[in-house]
């Protein structure tokens, strides 16, 4: 790495010092203190940003602290790279100091600091300004939140609007870095639209992804990366993408940068190409939209939007205020193109440097902020849901890099090489033809809605019943969108999406040892053969003539191969290019570098040996696998309070089951209330303990139609039960017949079968009524430490939100079904909003994804609900105050939720939600696309996913024994009659349930 330019470092920290003089809002401040952590994959934006502003590198593991006097900086080994700014000419004029970190304990070196802070300042407390939003992790930050926890002089603030001041204006380096990365848009922007270009001309048939993923490729492509770098003059190393390039058509537009190239075919229409880049983290973006065929209003229309872009650019001089360059742009709307005043955006463009969206240079209606000489900005004009005179949804979007230059000096568009004129941008394919072929094809499907009249006015007639029914929801939706909008922004305000999320149990490498020293490896192993010592986690192999261990955890996989009589086995390790979850993985290091080893492969003749050398990697990984799992569940396992035991009578259930179970011996229990929890105890004095704190809900499902009765209880952290970590418990009974002896004789006709289903339903009342007594005898004794709810059978549905099909049923505050295995529970509480995906009506059903409030948490999918179940459940979410939208596709959720995450603070300024779902609703579908096998791409499969469910994995009877095994028999035992006669029942039950008319579902009194 190379060191710090000392001439940008102080030019910047000038910058900083002039913006905490000049600006009054930060007077009150005495300090800044910057924590760096380890890097969490882009969740660090502003730390980065800063970072690499004054290093020209993002600066990981330190802590800087700036006075007005003195600049410190707690870190690493890096007094070499700081060297040139210690030796500057302008060294003398501030205070400069470097604090080596410790790697075992820095309370020594955090006190040195906050020393330097007290002598500064001289004053008995301070305010301190930091990051807040924007959390840190590693084990020198917790150190550091350790050593201020009980310092109450010093208080903290939110500085980062500070930083983004500090930040908005360039100098010249800057300038220089955004314009290198411009190029590179332009370069890529151009080489897109010339693939286009010969698609069209070749009659060619390729997907969205696939041009985009093209045109990515040229950037990992050696060759053309260094003819890139020649032509910018830059460095190949400093130039990535900020984005997957993004290509659109068809009537199907996402005009954010989030957006994604879906998996349609090119269609020759309208097409919105994007391309956003970087060099030094400097971003670059460029936007055009390309027409095939236009009609006269879409060329209208553009030249329109044309002049407005290149208005706003001209406008963005220093001393106006962002909002006005609004309210010009709006003016022009209303009264050159007034057909569009329904569809004005929230903002036209925004900041771009260090971040892609500076947020505080949104160039919209609310923005005070005033236009400086050194600005850059993305002058974005985009429209959506446009409607040509062919009846064919389009859009059109713009963008260009603006830098702003000082007063009678024109701005420079540093992306003008890629023209945007409507000659060059519109092409026309289509003859005489093709066109009185269009007009027959027209007057031919007119005729057929002639023939088709009676059935158009049924249609007709139902969908204006619906639209009756939906109008009272449709307007509480609408009140919701502004709710949740304010939710949001105060969530925001008050650190409310700061990540909580816990890092899963790191695989140190660099840590991992087989044994002491070289005397422990065994003597008496031979040298030209490969060794498993699983008492000490080892594979010994032969490496030139001698055995070298290396510990199991290193291995990633093998493979096998055979030719002839030659047997192979290449031993794969984990490496950085391996695909592995790099995150959770950390490497041997020399001199900084890092040490690994790709693969190793050995030879031999002996196919026996090879076959048991397998076996055994396989058992230790397994083994290894076991005890690295069983670790990681009791590092997140929750201390539980003991359990008080009730002397007096307790209230108590007997002759139940658990799920899961705690031994694989099935055995009956009972359970009882006590002071703070329930004990369940079976028969073998096997306990299992709840305590009240920890119950998150406690559900009671009767037997009516189900063949258990149960109490549930879903957890706030999670209990071992036996060696499963679980997060749900199940006491039940099952609410059928015992099973009957065949060698009995039976009485003649059907009084035997008519008295047992009598007996049957005898059984069930009477469970109902023991299990629905003794919940409530809880409730009368706790009051409001415990309430139980019970489904709304009238409200169910059946989907998919796993592996099977299942009845899903709402109680007061979940989701959920007890029933099947794995346990699904949905609390309400932390749901953000949900969305009704694939509503198409030709279609027999549609999934529902629900978003959480988390935005670290994994959406929730239930696929392959009944379409005619829509309005129930729509009818219930909307009397939870849910939020929902609807579309006609599938979303790529994964992808959404990381680039909110990347810029909340953005996401909410364009309008959260309702800009990102909001557009998609009535957007029409390919008539060739979906049927009733729509095959749903799950977001999950986008990234490494490390639960299916957390019910899932906890209740796996047996898990696999090692990554490599192959694949198995799966067949099941064959089912008793019995069995098949109680599965033909319920699915009977089921058809009946899904054929009756949705109702308007009515309110329940909770029980």
């Known amino acids: 790495m190379s060191k710090v330019k000392a001439d940008i470092f102080y030019q910047h920290h000038k910058q900083l010092l002039s913006v905490w003089n000049k600006q009054p809002q930060y007077a009150n401040i005495d300090a800044f203190i910057i924590k760096n952590g380890k890097d969490q994959g882009g969740n660090k934006i502003k730390t980065s940003a800063i970072s690499m502003w004054y290093f020209g590198f993002d600066f990981i593991d330190t802590i800087l602290l700036i006075t007005k006097k003195t600049f410190a900086i707690i870190g690493g080994n890096k007094k070499n790279m700081l060297k040139s700014v210690q030796e500057h000419a302008e060294a003398k004029e501030y205070n400069l100091v470097f604090i080596e970190k410790d790697q075992a304990n820095n309370s020594n070196q955090l006190q040195q600091l906050f020393e330097i802070l007290d002598k500064d300042l001289n004053k008995s407390s301070f305010n301190i300004g930091t990051l807040a939003k924007e959390q840190q992790v590693g084990p020198f930050m917790t150190e550091y939140d350790s050593f201020i926890k009980d310092k109450n002089q010093y208080k903290f603030a939110d500085c980062s609007v500070f930083v983004q001041d500090c930040l908005s204006v360039k100098d010249q380096n800057e300038i220089s870095y955004i314009g290198k990365a411009a190029k590179v848009s332009v370069y890529l922007e151009s080489k897109l639209i010339k693939e286009i270009e010969t698609i069209i001309e070749d009659e060619g048939k390729k997907t969205h992804s696939q041009i985009a993923t093209m045109i990515e490729g040229l950037i990992e492509n050696e ?207 289509q003859d005489e033809g093709q066109d009185e072929e269009q007009e027959e094809e027209e007057d031919d499907l007119e005729k057929e809605n002639i023939i088709q009249d009676g059935r158009r006015t049924r249609n007709a007639y139902h969908k204006n019943t619906t639209i009756v029914s939906e109008k009272e929801r449709q307007k509480h939706q609408l009140e919701l969108r502004e709710v949740k909008l304010k939710e949001l922004q105060e969530r925001y305000n008050n650190n409310g999406f700061l990540s909580n999320k816990i890092n899963s149990r790191a695989l140190e490498l660099d840590k991992v040892q087989c044994y002491g020293g070289p005397q422990d490896i065994p003597k008496e192993y031979k040298k030209n053969q490969i ?152 028969t073998k004095n096997e306990k299992v303990d709840v305590i009240f704190k920890n119950i998150k809900h406690a559900i009671f499902q009767p037997c009516d139609n189900e063949m258990i009765v149960a109490i549930h209880f879903n957890l706030k952290n999670p209990i071992m039960i036996g060696k499963k970590k679980v997060w749900d418990v199940q006491f039940y009974t099952e609410a059928g017949l015992p099973p009957e002896d065949l060698n009995n004789r039976r009485r003649g006709h059907d009084y035997d079968e008519i008295e047992e289903e009598q007996m049957e339903k005898a059984r069930r009342k009477k469970l109902n009524k023991d299990f629905e007594a003794f919940y409530k005898e809880v409730e009368n004794q706790l009051g409001d430490k415990i309430k139980f709810e019970v489904p709304y059978a009238n409200l169910g549905f059946y989907g998919s939100p796993s592996r099977s099909t299942c009845l899903l049923q709402p109680t007061q505050n979940t989701l959920m079904n007890i029933i099947e295995f794995p346990f699904f529970i949905m609390s309400l509480e932390e749901v953000e909003l949900a969305c009704f995906e694939r509503m198409i009506g030709r279609l027999k059903n549609f999934d529902l994804v629900f978003i959480f409030k988390d935005y670290e948490k994994q959406v929730t999918r239930i696929a392959s609900i009944p379409i005619d179940k829509a309005e129930i459940v729509k009818n219930w979410l909307n009397s939870q105050n849910i939020l929902y939208f609807e579309s006609t596709k599938s979303f790529s959720w994964a992808n959404i939720l990381k680039t909110i995450r990347q810029d909340i603070g953005g996401f909410i300024e364009d309008g959260g939600w309702n800009i990102i779902l909001g557009e998609d609703e009535g957007e029409d579908e390919d008539p060739d696309e979906g049927d009733e096998d729509f095959s749903v791409e799950q977001d999950e499969e986008e990234e490494e996913s490390e639960e299916i469910s957390e019910s899932d994995e906890d209740f796996d009877d047996e898990e696999s024994a090692s990554d490599f095994e192959g694949d198995e028999d799966l067949s099941e035992e064959g089912q008793s009659w019995s069995d098949l006669e109680e599965n033909a029942r319920k699915e009977e039950e089921r058809r009946k349930q899904q054929q009756v008319k949705p109702t308007k579902p009515v309110p329940q009194k909770r029980r």
Do not use: C, W
């Not at 269609?267 to 460029?286: L, P």
């Open 223 to 429: 060759k053309e990366l260094k003819k890139i770098s020649e032509e910018i003059g830059g460095e190949s190393d400093n130039l990535d993408l900020a984005y997957v390039p993004i290509v659109q058509s068809g009537g199907k537009y996402d005009l954010k940068p989030n957006a994604q190239s879906n998996e349609d075919i090119l269609s020759y229409d309208t097409i919105i190409v994007s391309v956003g880049t970087k060099y030094m983290e400097y971003h670059a973006n460029i936007v055009r939209t390309l027409f095939i065929d236009p009609t006269n209003d879409q060329k209208k229309i553009y030249q329109r939007v044309y002049e407005l872009q290149n208005q706003i650019a001209v406008q963005l001089k220093p001393g106006i205020k962002l909002k006005t360059v609004y309210e010009n742009a709006v003016n022009f709307i209303n009264e050159k193109v007034p057909q569009l005043k329904d569809k004005i955006p929230a903002n036209f463009g925004f900041g771009i440097g260090l971040e892609f969206r500076e947020s505080n240079l949104y160039i919209n209606a609310k923005n005070e902020k005033e236009v400086e000489e050194g600005m850059v900005f993305n002058v974005v004009v985009g429209f959506d849901n446009l409607q040509s005179e062919k009846e064919k949804a389009y859009a059109i979007q713009i963008s260009d890099t603006v830098a702003i230059r000082k007063q009678n000096t024109p701005n420079a568009v540093m992306t003008f090489k890629v023209s945007k004129k409507y000659e060059d941008i519109s092409y026309s394919i």
């Open 531 to 682: 060794h498993i010592d699983a008492a000490h986690n080892a594979i010994l192999l032969p490496v030139n003539g001698e055995l070298v261990p290396f510990h199991i955890s290193l291995i990633k996989n093998y493979s096998k191969n055979d030719e002839g009589k030659t047997h192979t086995l290449r031993l794969n390790f984990h490496n950085p290019g391996s695909g592995s979850n790099l995150a959770n993985i950390t490497f041997p290091k020399i001199d900084g570098q890092i040490v690994f080893i790709k693969e190793l492969t050995f030879r031999s003749k002996n196919a026996k040996n090879m076959l048991e050398t397998i076996k055994k990697i396989k058992d230790l990984q397994a083994k290894v696998k076991q005890t690295d799992q069983e670790a990681k569940n009791k590092d997140e396992l929750v201390e539980q309070d003991k359990l008080q035991l009730r002397n007096t009578k307790r209230p108590a259930l007997r002759n139940l089951k658990v799920r899961p179970a705690i031994s694989k011996q099935k055995v009956n229990g009972m359970l009882e209330l006590h002071l703070n929890g329930f004990r369940y105890m079976t």
